[in-house]
């Protein structure tokens, strides 16, 4: 394997130590340096002009990319809006300040060492990083994903405090997006207990739906795209229809309601509940 190929291979990044390990010289080294093939990081780090920036950011500060930086990465659905490189360094890592710095910086037990962590572990440090909602709207949305297998979802679990489990227990591989898991986790906070992705008869899927002596109320998510189609707008409103004409109330919320109005949203779901099951 020549060394261009040796970058290409490890996501363009590579150690010294590694070069060498491979069985490239320091005069090889220098040279791929002075003929442009590849640049010095910092001490000790090499890396290809292809190699992903987020990467770089995070070599460059001492790292590894970690938490929603991996999350986002990876397709999971993350409350935290995008923004600077989140880098963890180990537990005793040396954190390298770099021009124009903006890293979160993430200690916790561990050696780092270049590239990314893997899901499992970005999914814990998110916990610590952004807390137990972020967490397990991520986690539900990497589990929907199919991209934690059983035994990955069991070794999180293990990893979380004893008092943190729950987050694992309760979550569920078949949540529609992560603004319904945002819901669902809001919901049981005040003991609020809801159906997900529930087939009503000439409705169709619906996101959730509470039981009132033996009514229901439905309740839909928004995402912050939604409605980018008239053909979405139209659905929705013939879905709201079909429920009206069984007797049944729907609520619908949007991204922003439901993350920055929550005690309004939590208000009218319990007047709701409230002329269901009057209406019972």
């Not at 590694?18 to 010289?25: D, K, S």
């Not at 999971?76 to 040396?94: A, I, K, S």
């Not at 770099?98 to 993430?106: L, R, S």
């Not at 619908?252 to 439901?258: E, G, K, L, R, V």
């Amino acid at each position: 394997m020549d060394i261009i190929s040796l970058f290409h291979a490890m996501g363009g990044i590579v150690a010294f130590s590694t070069l060498i390990a491979n069985g490239f010289t320091r005069t090889q080294i220098n040279r791929a340096v002075a003929t442009g093939q590849i640049f010095r990081v910092r001490r000790g780090v090499y890396a290809h002009p292809s190699a992903p920036s987020e990467a770089l950011t995070a070599a460059r500060h001492g790292g590894m990319l970690t938490c929603v930086s991996v999350l986002r990465a990876r397709g999971v659905w993350v409350l935290p809006e995008p923004g600077p490189p989140h880098v963890w360094l180990g537990g005793n890592g040396r954190e390298f300040h770099h021009p124009d710095c903006t890293c979160v910086t993430h200690w916790s037990p561990g050696r780092a060492r270049i590239g990314s962590v893997g899901l499992e572990t970005a999914l814990l440090h998110l916990r610590k990083c952004s807390g137990d909602l972020a967490f397990f709207a991520s986690f539900e949305s990497a589990w929907a994903k199919r991209l934690l297998s059983t035994s990955a979802r069991s070794r999180i679990r293990d990893r979380l405090p004893v008092s943190k489990r729950w987050l694992v227990d309760k979550a569920t591989g078949n949540a529609g997006s992560g603004l319904e898991s945002v819901l669902r986790f809001l919901l049981m906070q005040v003991g609020l207990s809801l159906e997900t992705q529930v087939n009503i008869n000439t409705v169709g899927r619906v996101d959730f739906i509470i039981r009132l002596r033996g009514k229901l109320l439905i309740l839909e998510v928004d995402g912050r795209e939604f409605h980018t189609s008239r053909g979405a707008f139209n659905e929705d409103r013939r879905r709201q229809a079909a429920a009206s004409n069984l007797g049944i109330e729907t609520l619908n919320f949007s991204y922003d309601q439901i993350l920055h109005q929550w005690p309004e949203v939590l208000a009218s779901i319990r007047a709701a509940m409230t002329r269901t099951a009057d209406a019972a």
